[in-house]
């Protein structure tokens, strides 16, 4: 299983930004992907997630209303469209793919096996 990311950049504050994902080697269709970020010096947060099977998402709080995630099944790729961005936002940003949890979608980065490498999102105020 390989995850490639991108879309990262420097923006301004209210501005707009979309990063992708595109997985390979995933077996069937009983997944989750989600996206994380990580500040320097913090820990890894959740930011949203996604079933592949059923298009069932989640938000952290933070980001509800601003950030929409996404699948295109044909392309084997998950999108972040990030609106209204806010320095706060600034972080790497990691794609990562579940196979174990059925039905829904984790919260913890420790449910996820697979990671992409991190694309860097500036927000500038």
């Known amino acids: 299983v390989q995850l490639q990311a991108s879309g990262g950049g420097l923006v301004q504050a209210g501005d707009s930004l979309t990063l992708s994902c595109t997985a390979s080697?995933?077996?069937?269709?009983?997944?989750?992907m989600g996206w994380f970020y990580q500040a320097p010096g913090k820990e890894r947060e959740f930011v949203a997630a996604?079933?592949?099977?059923?298009?069932?998402?989640d938000y952290a709080s933070s980001v509800a209303g601003r950030f929409t995630i996404s699948r295109d099944n044909a392309r084997n790729t998950i999108y972040l469209q990030m609106n209204s961005l806010k320095p706060e936002d600034t972080a790497v940003y990691y794609c990562?793919?579940?196979?174990?949890?059925?039905?829904?979608?984790?919260?913890?980065?420790?449910?996820?096996?697979?990671w992409g490498r991190g694309t860097l999102v500036t927000v500038s105020s």
């Open positions: 990562s793919l579940d196979t174990y949890t059925p039905y829904r979608v984790q919260r913890d980065p420790r449910d996820y096996e697979y």
């Open positions: 080697g995933v077996p069937g269709n009983q997944h989750a």
């Open positions: 996604i079933r592949w099977k059923t298009g069932y998402t």
